[in-house]
């Protein structure tokens, strides 16, 4: 039930682009996305809701394939400051089911 | 200003004896949730609180319990800790359901 998230581990120069997978067994009705740096709690990025909607948070957006059960995490021209392990977090339909992904951890070097 | 705040913030326990884990806020939100995250793992909801309606999660052992006395407070109880319980404990707060929720800084605990 765990959603499954790709690459596990990711490092870019500062200034490329990255894009994070996350993939659920389960239908979805919204998809959350965190981020979180070491020693610290996770921080909201963004939500999105069912309707294959695509959102944007400054240089960070996503997408969300209501049908295929996947959400995507776009970051463009990265910043030291997005390092961090990024988290999709997903709610279902039925019940009170909310499972955070794997995660991804992204590092951006000088 | 502090938002959902955590106490203590480092917690020793010793095996076996009760520990009592605390979580306030001041965003007046409705839902508040604990979560387990043990190193390099992802958060992993144990219950939430939607106002007074208590909601466990299937798996999480009977040795966690929960009280909310009121709207900006929770307690997490465990009753009797066992090694594999230390973890970091990260409360979490949001007006609703499908909503975004707001973590506080967590509390580490230690069991020896």
């Known amino acids: 039930q765990q959603p499954v998230q790709s690459p596990q581990a990711v490092i870019l120069r500062e200034g490329e682009d990255a894009v994070i997978n996350c993939s659920s067994s389960k239908a979805l009705y919204s998809v959350h996305w965190y981020r979180q740096k070491h020693g610290e709690a996770p921080v909201f990025l963004m939500i999105?809701?069912?309707?294959?909607e695509q959102k944007g948070h400054e240089k960070i957006s996503a997408s969300f394939n209501e049908k295929k059960q996947q959400s995507s995490l776009y970051l463009t021209a990265s910043q030291l400051s997005y390092s961090g392990t990024y988290f999709c977090g997903t709610e279902g339909y039925t019940g009170n089911q909310f499972y955070f992904g794997t995660g991804t951890s992204l590092t951006v070097i000088p | 200003d502090a938002m959902v705040i955590q106490n203590p913030r480092y917690q020793v326990t010793q095996f076996g004896k009760p520990v009592t884990l605390s979580c306030s806020q001041t965003?007046?939100?409705?839902?508040m949730y604990w979560y387990q995250q043990k190193s390099s793992q992802a958060p992993k909801l144990l219950f939430h609180?939607?106002?007074?309606?208590?909601?466990n999660e299937a798996d999480t052992p009977d040795n966690f319990q929960s009280r909310r006395p009121n709207t900006s407070f929770c307690f997490l109880d465990i009753r009797s800790p066992g090694l594999g319980d230390a973890a970091m404990y990260l409360c979490?707060?949001?007006?609703?359901?499908?909503?975004?929720?707001?973590f506080g800084p967590g509390t580490r605990l230690t069991v020896t």
């Open positions: 979490a707060t949001s007006r609703g359901l499908e909503i975004e929720q707001y």
């Open positions: 999105l809701l069912k309707g294959g």
């Open positions: 965003l007046n939100h409705n839902v």
């Open positions: 609180y939607y106002d007074k309606d208590f909601n």
